[in-house]
């Protein structure tokens, strides 16, 4: 399954809520989609998982939704640490994949 | 807290094999869950490489599965990446993550709740 992200980019300031997209290429049956949170020189953190389920210590300014194809990840109230790389993952179908990623940067 | 720390050689030389070892600690690996290899390239993204199970049993990429090696040592409470014959497009940083899940049974690669820091391969001769 290959996972699309759009925009490849975005310039938001402060303050302002953003909305990532992740498309999948097949339709997931279930939720079976996790969101993570790079940093420059750092690992990958998980956000969310099934969707929309937060994982443990992730602020709940952070959201997600969507089922079949289409999926997006709700960043409300950006605080200056919230600029970083996005990715989205799906676990439906073995191998698991990712999409390339949303870069959030700062205005 | 779960920590993961990968260790290994960060060059290797194209044709051999890439060997990394990830020590777990804060959590016993013998617990049961799945424990992963995932390497990220600026031309491939990001890649699962493959799972292994506290019982020993492994899922690995398809791309990957006739090059690749994963073992889970409980006694040490770490789990290892062997892959063979690597090239230049092996190059990338590899990190080893805990696997999450919700419930009893669920895939190898399932979403990835703990991540170690990442080591970074380089592969030249």
């Known amino acids: 399954i290959v996972m699309s992200q759009s925009p490849g980019t975005l310039s938001l300031s402060p303050g302002e809520t953003v909305t990532l997209s992740c498309r999948a290429s097949?339709?997931?049956?279930?939720?079976?989609l996790a969101w993570y949170q790079q940093k420059p020189g750092q690992a990958p953190r998980l956000l969310m998982f099934?969707?929309?389920r937060r994982a443990t210590g992730v602020p709940d300014r952070f959201s997600g939704s969507g089922s079949g194809t289409d999926f997006s990840l709700t960043i409300s109230r950006l605080e200056p640490e919230d600029f970083a790389v996005y990715f989205c993952?799906?676990?439906?179908?073995?191998?698991?994949?990712f999409g390339q990623g949303t870069k959030l940067d700062s205005k | 807290q779960v920590q993961l720390q990968e260790s290994g050689p960060g060059l290797v030389r194209p044709s051999e094999t890439l060997s990394l070892t990830c020590a777990v600690s804060?959590?016993?690996?013998?617990?049961?869950?799945?424990w992963a290899w995932i390497r990220q390239s600026p031309g491939k993204g990001l890649e699962w490489i493959g799972s292994?199970?506290?019982?020993?049993?492994?899922s690995y990429n398809p791309s990957l599965k006739s090059r690749v090696t994963i073992l889970v040592d409980t006694s040490m409470n770490q789990f290892s990446l062997r892959l063979t014959s690597v090239t230049a497009s092996d190059m990338a940083m590899y990190y080893c993550?805990?696997?999450?899940?919700?419930?009893?049974?669920?895939?190898?690669?399932?979403?990835?709740?703990?991540w170690g820091q990442g080591i970074l391969v380089t592969v030249s001769s």
């Open positions: 993550a805990r696997v999450g899940a919700l419930t009893a049974y669920y895939p190898a690669d399932n979403w990835f709740d703990f």
């Open positions: 804060g959590y016993s690996i013998s617990r049961s869950h799945y």
């Open positions: 292994v199970f506290s019982s020993g049993s492994t």
């Open positions: 097949q339709r997931l049956s279930g939720s079976d």
């Open positions: 099934s969707a929309s």
């Open positions: 993952q799906q676990y439906l179908t073995s191998p698991g994949t």
